[in-house]
């Protein structure tokens, strides 16, 4: 029997550590091209992300967002798509989608 991850655990942990809210205090997708739209997601500004070399100790903080890829209209597409953070106060760039394989992806951020 196959999981549905999305109904399962995503969707419940965007209920409880999302930034939903009330309209004008959501997420807003910026797509390149079509018009934004609402959508939620948990919100990390200081997201470590480790770079593991035996030669070099790498360690950089980035802003990421957690998402349901099934709440897209159309996949988000990095270094051409937009979010705006309501909490954060800001418009980020997507530098890069990582899939989870369960129906979620961390999008990597970037300050514009």
Excluded at 3 to 26: N, T, Y
Excluded at 90 to 112: C, N, Q, T, Y
Aim: charged content about 25%; aromatic content about 8%.
């Amino acid at each position: 029997m196959a999981i549905d991850w999305d109904k399962a655990v995503l969707a419940p942990l965007e209920k409880v550590f999302g930034e939903g809210g009330p309209v004008g205090s959501r997420i807003k997708f910026h797509p390149y091209e079509g018009e934004a739209y609402d959508i939620d997601g948990i919100f990390d500004a200081a997201y470590r992300d480790v770079t593991l070399d035996p030669t070099v100790a790498v360690n950089t903080t980035c802003p990421v967002l957690g998402v349901r890829l099934g709440t897209f209209k159309i996949e988000p597409v990095p270094g051409d798509d937009q979010v705006y953070i309501p909490r954060a106060g800001k418009m980020f760039l997507i530098k890069e989608v990582r899939p989870d394989s369960h129906g979620g992806a961390k999008l990597m951020l970037g300050e514009m």
